[in-house]
């Protein structure tokens, strides 16, 4: 399947809160809820503006993952950037029904490609430790595994540990 990365745009918000809505089962079963006020129509939409306003400051970027109809399959992100450290920090996630297909894997090489002309030397990411699939992605990425938080969290009535991960791209 052909996909490609697009900045977030404030034309999304609807398709996007569908995509949130239609896979938070699943995404609640591999990373920590965004709780239940975030699926509140109005309260996304400020919060869509929210992350709009922080890109165009630079401080993070959003993408959204798309096919050849522009249909959303999942998000992509670098947030968190630290301008003076060159440090950023991922995120990803891919709906339901494209889970397996390799969509993860293919965005996160387009957004390595997207990011070279940007002033960061290194990517931090991390998964839960269940999350096996994220991990195979990251590593074929070029991602080290650097750590396993000794910490334990709950979620949905089982304990989990973080697995953190770096890439370094230059410097």
């Known amino acids: 399947m052909d996909v490609f990365i697009e900045k977030l745009d404030v034309k999304d918000a609807e398709d996007l809160y569908k995509f949130e809505l239609e896979n938070r089962t699943l995404f609640e079963e591999m990373v920590p809820t965004r ?100 991990q195979k992605v990251l590593e074929k990425n070029g991602f080290d595994r650097v750590a396993t938080s000794d910490e334990e969290f709950e979620m949905n009535g089982q304990n989990f540990n973080f697995v953190y991960y770096t890439l370094s791209i230059r410097g």
């Open 35 to 134: 709780g239940d006020d975030y699926y509140n129509p109005a309260i996304f939409k400020k919060r869509h503006k929210s992350l709009l306003e922080e890109q165009v400051q630079g401080g993070s970027y959003f993408y959204l993952i798309k096919d050849k109809d522009s249909s959303i399959l999942g998000r992509i992100n670098l947030v968190d950037i630290d301008k003076f450290q060159k440090i950023g920090h991922l995120g990803y996630r891919v709906g339901q029904a494209y889970t397996g297909k390799g969509i993860a894997n293919k965005a996160l090489k387009l957004l390595l490609e997207t990011i070279t002309d940007k002033e960061i030397n290194q990517i931090k990411a991390k998964t839960t430790a269940n999350n096996i699939a994220s």
